[in-house]
C-alpha cells in the first residue's frame, strides 16, 4: 500500500511505500476516521464541518505517517 492509496486521500501525499510493520496502524486509523465521519454525521454535523474535521485529522496524520515512514527507512539503510 502507497500512502497516496489511503481513503480518504491526503491532500499533499507523497508516492511512499508503507511498510508492513505500519499497515495495522494505516488500516486503524482509517477504520477510526470511518467511524469519526459516521457518529458526526449521525449527531447532524453540517457536511463542510465533517469534511473540515476529517481533512485536518487526515493531513496531521499523513504527516506523522511520513516522518514515521522515513525514521524506519533510515533505519533499515542503516542495517
Not at 9 to 36: G, K
Not at 40 to 64: F, H, N, P, Q, W
Request: aromatic share 2%; hydrophobic share 50%; net charge negative.
Amino acid at each position: 500500500m502507497r500512502i497516496d492509496e489511503l481513503l480518504p486521500r491526503p491532500s499533499a501525499a507523497e508516492p511512499l511505500e508503507i511498510p508492513a510493520e505500519l499497515l495495522d496502524s494505516v488500516n486503524r486509523h482509517q477504520a477510526n476516521l470511518a467511524a469519526l465521519i459516521a457518529n458526526m454525521k449521525a449527531a447532524g454535523i453540517r457536511d463542510d464541518m465533517v469534511e473540515a474535521s476529517v481533512r485536518t485529522l487526515v493531513d496531521s496524520y499523513a504527516s506523522e505517517l511520513s516522518v514515521a515512514i522515513r525514521a524506519f527507512m533510515k533505519g533499515s539503510s542503516d542495517a
